[in-house]
């Protein structure tokens, strides 16, 4: 929630203020499908980046991040240039898109607070984006869809951030919906929700709190073998792409094509189970898309490995890497009397890394918009 006593402290006169929210997501499957045409399908969570906002009547737009303790300032007409203080960029990106397209505003204070945990794999950042834009959007009269936010969000994180996320994050942040996950085609961005009846199960997200410095350069990495890939086979998306087809590349780009191929299938088969209430077969989908992300896309770490092993160790029906890779957080699949093995799972990651794992529960919720305190 809003700390309205900082705000007030921050800013003064908080009554002035409108407050707006947006989730994090985690994706159940498709990872690394979203740059490459591919289906995913993930859940907005109930938690959330807050952001409280009012026209400040001058030329100016002040930023302050709760989470950082940390106030920028800079003028309408200093946009372009990207701060100093790295979370100030996600924001700044928003106003940059929108300027960009031809949107005016206002001098604006913003307050931004959060509970989602940074670099666990939840997208923060799409929480950033997608809450800023609903907050100076709707103060300025700026009528989006949802789709077009999405696509400001992912753009502003794209050129002004400089990494070159999909789109996933950003959509699932403005359509997230209670209760369901988004199945969604990142090619024709056509959508479907599916329920989430997990029966007696539930999502548990396991942060290693690890982040490997490679992650974003891997992460870019990764996109130029996919468009590698479709230039060598002369294909323009991989929905054109048969499994029969990647025989002639190069063996590493043959391993990522074929994680890409197979995971958009799993995605199609998670879909299928979750609708007939197949949770053990959704569980068994992840496992397999954790070991495609490990052997084929190279994207995991032992950390992570370890955390899956385990969980396959206890007979969890499922459990994989969530998001980009290189660290942040597994998704399992468990019984609510399965919990146990929290304690002992913990104790032996802080024993092999020194490290110690956080446990969030978590929930689907509604996407970015404005709410009252
Ligand atoms: C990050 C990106 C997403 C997606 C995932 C991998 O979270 O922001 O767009 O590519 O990695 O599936």
Not at 182 to 193: S, V
Request: net charge negative; charged share 30%; glycine share 8%.
């Amino acid at each position: 929630m809003i700390d309205t006593v900082k705000l007030n402290e921050v800013f003064g006169d908080a009554k002035k203020f409108r407050f707006f929210r947006a989730p994090g997501r985690v994706n159940i499957i498709g990872e690394h499908t979203d740059y490459n045409d591919g289906f995913v399908l993930p859940f907005a969570v109930d938690k959330f980046v807050f952001c409280a906002i009012r026209k400040n009547k001058s030329k100016k737009v002040r930023i302050f991040s709760a989470l950082f303790d940390e106030m920028d300032e800079f003028g309408l007409d200093d946009i372009e240039n990207k701060s100093e203080k790295f979370w100030v960029n996600y924001p700044k990106g928003i106003l940059w898109v929108l300027k960009n397209s031809g949107y005016e505003f206002d001098g604006m204070d913003i307050f931004l607070d959060s509970n989602l945990p940074v670099g666990a794999g939840l997208s923060s950042s799409a929480a950033i984006e997608l809450a800023v834009l609903s907050a100076v959007s709707t103060v300025n009269g700026i009528k989006l869809d949802k789709e077009s936010m999405a696509k400001i969000g992912q753009k502003a994180e794209n050129e002004f951030v400089g990494v070159r996320c999909g789109i996933m994050d950003q959509f699932t942040s403005a359509f997230g919906k209670k209760g369901q996950a988004i199945f969604l085609d990142t090619m024709t961005l056509k959508y479907k929700y599916v329920p989430l009846n997990l029966g007696e199960y539930s999502f548990l997200i396991i942060d290693t709190n690890v982040k490997h410095s490679l992650a974003s350069g891997e992460y870019n990495l990764r996109r130029k073998q996919c468009e590698e890939i479709l230039k060598t086979l002369n294909k323009k998306s991989f929905r054109e792409l048969k499994i029969s087809e990647i025989e002639i590349l190069p063996e590493v780009l043959q391993k990522r094509a074929k994680h890409v191929l197979m995971e958009n299938e799993r995605v199609l088969k998670s879909v299928e189970a979750l609708e007939n209430g197949d949770i053990e077969e959704l569980g068994r989908l992840l496992y397999e898309s954790h070991q495609s992300l490990k052997e084929l896309y190279e994207v995991s770490c032992e950390e992570l490995d370890f955390v899956v092993d385990y969980l396959k160790d206890k007979d969890i029906i499922g459990g994989r890497m969530v998001g980009g890779g290189f660290g942040g957080s597994v998704i399992a699949l468990v019984k609510r009397e399965e919990k146990n093995f929290e304690e002992d799972l913990a104790e032996k990651f802080r024993k092999k890394f020194s490290i110690d794992l956080t446990f969030e529960e978590i929930e689907s919720e509604d996407g970015a918009k404005e709410i009252t305190v």
